[in-house]
């Protein structure tokens, strides 16, 4: 039996309007967040330099703003809109995303540097900030009183990280003095054009976090897909394209401390401020999934533990290490893109991530450790023997 061409046409035009218009508006809204981002970043950095605040400001700027504010935006919108399976994840995916993918693409790029900072405060801290998330969503839900401690948290943190770049190291304090004058913080002189571009670079993010949240929002009711994979998914990697692309670009121009650091804060940032505001816009409570508390906090905690002897081990995030999380990443990929797909096949795929994913994993982080601690350890003085005794 043929088809009337009106009604192919009838088909075909619902196609376009319930698939294909839902994943190009998602896909112009991650566009807009990288634009935004950086012209943000250029805005408020020349800002910054104008008032007379320190470099080491301008380098928590490269974090704070044009790291975290597209997540920030993204889950915000989301929480406000009602969609707290997509803020969590979205939140919750971009730290995975960002220590495993971004990291591991990065070392894959180059090896990596941890400065002193980093390894003084940083890298311990996301553990910790971490645990608390697990802690505080255990309950089921993120309440306003705990968005505020968690807002408060985050304020103390840029406020000790601005604090400690005052005796940075002086490699580092040269990198961000160059990244001022060429690069991506590069700022025009013009106060009232700083100003437009930081206007404009907020409003871009505003307005692309708020088409990928509908269009992948869409695209998951119409698909049938769990809010909470759509924001561990496609919004998480939406939201964190510009920190893989200034992650890349300080990579391949050897500024890999600068690369590190922003990865790593970031992540301290998301779990902070981000998860913080999303509970204060929040209609109610910020409600958190319980397939979220059972494995992809947990998932995030074991990437963030994954940091630590790694980056401890030498200061070197090595290219084999970078292949190794990229690893862990397509792994966890894999098994959130078969939840979507064939539900029936998760089953066979735990048993392998606890026969052999996690057993691996275990045996790295300890050999990591114990390379740590052979690395401090003091050097024995060597026996000296004196001829014709």
């Known amino acids: 039996m043929q088809v009337p061409a009106s009604l192919s046409c009838l088909f075909e035009e619902r196609i376009v309007h319930e698939y294909l218009l839902p994943a190009a508006i998602a896909i112009a809204g991650a566009i807009l967040l990288i634009l935004g981002s950086g012209l943000l970043v250029r805005g408020a950095s020349g800002l910054v ?11 928590v700027i490269v974090i704070a703003l044009g790291a975290t504010m597209p997540v920030l ?3 915000a919108i989301a929480s406000y ?3 707290s399976g997509l803020a969590v994840g979205t939140i919750v995916g971009s730290n995975i995303f960002g220590v495993l993918f971004i990291l591991g693409l990065s070392a894959l790029l180059t090896p ?3 400065a002193a900072r980093l390894i003084r405060l940083d890298v311990p801290l996301v553990v910790l900030v971490s645990l608390a998330v697990l802690g505080l969503a255990w309950k089921g839900y993120i309440g306003r009183a705990d968005g505020v401690g968690l807002v408060i948290a985050a304020l103390a943190y840029v406020g000790w990280t601005a604090f400690l770049g005052r005796g940075e190291t002086s490699p580092v304090r040269e990198d961000l003095a160059q990244l001022v004058r060429s690069g991506p913080l590069q700022s025009p002189r013009s106060l009232i054009v700083q100003v437009i571009l930081g206007v404009t670079g907020l409003g871009l993010i505003l307005l692309g976090a708020y088409c990928l949240v509908r269009g992948v929002a ?5 698909l049938k897909i769990d809010s909470r994979l759509a924001g561990l998914t496609a919004l998480a990697i939406g939201a964190s394209l510009p920190t893989l692309i200034a992650a890349i670009w300080f990579s391949a121009r050897g500024r890999r401390h600068i690369a590190l650091g922003t990865i790593i804060g970031s992540n301290i940032l998301n779990s902070l401020a981000v998860l913080g505001i999303a ?3 929040a209609s109610e409570m910020l409600k958190v999934p319980s397939a979220a508390i059972r494995f992809d906090i947990p998932v995030m905690i074991a990437a963030s533990i994954l940091c630590i002897p790694i980056i401890c081990r030498g200061c070197v995030v090595t290219r084999w290490e970078g292949v190794l999380f990229l690893a862990c990443y397509a792994a966890y990929f894999t098994y959130l893109v078969l939840q979507i797909v064939v539900p029936g096949t998760v089953k066979a795929f735990d048993k392998l991530v606890i026969m052999v994913v996690i057993p691996a994993t275990i045996i790295l982080v300890m050999i990591g450790i114990l390379k740590v601690l052979r690395h401090r350890r003091p050097a024995r003085p060597a026996k000296h023997r004196i001829r014709g005794i």
């Open 112 to 114: 990596l540097t941890a």
């Open 81 to 83: 809109r009602g969609e």
């Open 218 to 222: 869409d695209l998951a009711d119409l």
């Open 73 to 75: 935006a993204t889950s």
């Open 279 to 281: 509970a204060l816009v």
């Open 49 to 59: 330099t104008r008032i007379g605040l320190s470099l080491e400001m301008i380098g």
